[in-house]
């Protein structure tokens, strides 16, 4: 089991890199379990949340509330969002509570490399996703 | 009931937050003591199945030299019967007969322990199906668990904070309006650039004597010079 909080601080140290393609900033949150808040730089709006659990690294971005999607279209736009997940790299949407997600799991053995990727990756789908999405929005 | 089964009544039954629906304090526990039992299951199995293979090997051993012994005396017995002495080929004959019981019994135990080892193997295969299968269960339910405590987290410190005023829709736009803000400022950059670099080229051409340069002073300069002469 990696040790969550050291790779964040890797993490976070990588983010200040200029010579890296994406900077980013990376912020504990206080709770039960650890919880680091990532603020992709020029989109402070949709950050990402990196959480661990057994064996498993998680990325989280919250993408919107049940109560943004017209209740007539989220039929729809589940099953859309069904059809696209295995397609969509290495993300996939999900439901947590009332929150649609999309999220990435790696595995707790994953590299720094990976995890870097995995964050660019996330919060490009993130993004892309909330764009095509929006129509179904209200 | 499985973690996933689990998950899909609690939607039927229409739970807003399926986490709490299926994962209580004790599942963990729960979870970790039946893979523990299992565990200790799996390695006593494993020692008998090592036990019961020793004893078999022993019994194949035993029915290979009884056999071999069995062959000797029925040599012995027709030596005997060559010499003529009846009452020393019945001896050896009582000698085979006891020979060819004990195989039997060997025999028996040998099919027996086999077949113990078998239902062993079977049970090791079944107990470690079983004990990946709550491993993978038990992974879901710490991971809900700590979704869920994440998710409270991140609601109690971020989407009741001001930027979670922003629906999706208006992060996005601020976000592509950033984006859009950086494009310009590139293109804004390239032309800037362009006009850097044509004034290079101005100066290149003036020092190459292709362009007129602009400042005439010093002809003007050097044409007062020459009418003050005259």
């Known amino acids: 089991m990696t040790d969550l909080n050291s790779l964040a601080e890797e993490l976070a140290e990588k983010g200040r890199d200029l010579q ?27 950050p990402l949340f990196l959480s661990g659990s057994d064996g498993q690294i998680l990325c989280i971005a919250y993408l919107f509330r049940k ?18 997940n295995v397609s969509m790299p290495l993300s996939s949407f999900a439901l947590i509570d009332d929150q649609y997600v999309v999220f990435g799991a790696l595995s707790a053995k994953a590299s720094i490399e990976d995890v870097l990727h995995e964050i660019e990756v996330l919060s490009s789908n993130a993004i892309e996703a909330i764009d095509v999405l929006a129509d179904y929005l209200l | 009931m499985s973690i996933l089964r689990k998950i899909v ?53 035993k029915i290979e030299g009884l056999q071999e012994d069995i062959v000797k005396h029925e040599g012995y017995a027709s030596q005997a019967l060559d010499k003529q002495d009846e009452a020393l080929a019945l001896e050896v004959a009582q000698k085979i007969a006891d020979l060819q019981g004990e195989l039997e019994i060997q025999k028996k135990a040998q099919q027996s322990f086999s077949a113990h080892a078998e239902r062993l193997k079977a ?5 470690t199906k ?33 930027s979670r005023l922003l629906t999706a829709k208006e992060s996005l736009d601020r976000i592509k309006e950033r984006q859009t803000h950086l494009e310009d400022r590139l293109a804004a950059g390239e032309v800037l650039e362009g006009e850097f ?18 400042n005439k002073a010093k002809d003007i300069l050097e044409k007062l010079k020459a009418e003050k002469a005259n």
Do not use: W
């Open chain 1, 67 to 84: 109560h943004e999607v017209a209740p007539d279209s989220r039929d729809e736009m589940n099953e859309v969002m069904l059809a696209a």
């Open chain 2, 197 to 214: 670099s044509g004034q290079d080229l101005d100066q290149k051409l003036k020092d190459a004597g292709i362009v007129e340069d602009d």
């Open chain 2, 130 to 162: 079983a004990v990946t299968d709550l491993e993978r269960e038990l992974v879901m339910v710490k991971t809900t668990e700590s979704v869920q405590k994440a998710t409270t987290a991140i609601t109690n410190n971020y989407a009741s904070g001001s």
């Open chain 1, 20 to 46: 890296q393609g994406t900077n980013f900033e990376v912020t504990p949150i206080p709770g039960d379990v650890a919880v680091f808040q990532i603020l992709v730089e020029d989109q402070e709006e949709l």
């Open chain 2, 9 to 61: 009544t609690a939607i039927r039954g229409g739970a807003r937050e399926v986490g709490e629906a299926i994962v209580d304090q004790n599942s963990v526990r729960i979870f970790e003591q039946e893979i523990k039992d299992a565990q200790n299951q799996l390695d006593k199995a494993k020692m008998d199945l090592t036990e019961v293979m020793a004893k078999e090997m022993q019994a194949s051993r």
């Open chain 2, 123 to 127: 049970m090791i295969k079944k107990t």
